[in-house]
């Protein structure tokens, strides 16, 4: 994990900034991608040198004004630009991610009754907390307590049958930075691991994308209907923010459904 985060952030985040996105005029010959440390100063309306200065992480701690400036000209939305604050603030932090032991059991109970759709629950290191047996059927040896979905996605076997591989994965690491905390231990074991053994997980979590991701679609193989599209919704447990829960579903009525009901005893 890094040791200068706000520095690798404001550095990933200029480099994926082009000149002509902010008005700047691009000469022929510029070899540099993304915006120079003197261009992003210049547009965020404070010195190269300051700026400078927290790139290499000697000032960590810029004003609200300052970071709110600066995410204006690197075009941050406000989900990055909240992820920035919480990066140069340390009373801004992210609890960090619980594990089965911190969590109150009775907070997740509600899964032993709830059998109308695939339901799980994640800390925000991707760590399957809970499942109930429809989840368990649905993706076996993934939703299931004790497995990481980020190391499940970044396995050869998700990267050759996950359709959309790339948007995926981008999507998932988006969400997991936003969720924790940058220097939340269990995120830098996950991260270390990766890191050292797959060269995709490296390219995308550099790019320090930070993205709230609520619903979608992802499409499983189901015995007997070939692969089905469903639907997902994630979703707060208000007794623990720290958690959350993924619903998987499909919409009254469909084949769809008929394929994910086929999955109950």
Known sequence: MDNNPVGEFLRARRETVQPEDVGLYVDAGRRVSGLRREEVAQLAGISSDYYLR??????????????????????????????????????????????????????????????????????GCQDVLAAN????????????????LMLALFSDTAKATVSDWETV??????????????????????VGELSLTDTDFRRIWARHDVKTCTHG?????????????????????????????????????????????????
Do not use: C
């Open 217 to 265: 679609t992802t499409s499983y193989p189901i015995h007997g209907y070939g692969v089905v599209e469903l639907r997902w919704q994630q979703l707060s447990i208000r007794t623990d923010p720290r958690l959350a829960l993924t619903t998987t579903f499909a919409l009254p009525g469909s084949q769809e459904e008929t394929a994910l009901r086929s999955l109950l005893p």
């Open 54 to 123: 927290l790139e290499q992480g000697k000032d960590a701690h810029p004003s609200d004004q300052v970071v709110n400036a600066i995410a204006k000209a690197l075009l941050l939305d406000d989900q990055a630009t909240a992820y920035l604050q919480r990066l140069v603030s340390p009373t801004a932090t992210h609890p960090f991610a619980p594990t089965l032991a911190d969590v109150d059991p009775a907070d997740l109970d509600f899964l032993t009754w709830w059998d109308h759709s695939a339901a799980y629950v994640t800390n």
């Open 133 to 148: 047996a429809l989840a368990g059927r649905l993706a076996p040896g993934v939703y299931e307590p004790g497995r990481n």
């Open 169 to 190: 994965a981008s999507e998932m690491l988006a969400a997991t930075r936003e969720r924790t905390d940058a220097n939340d231990p269990r995120l830098h074991e996950i």
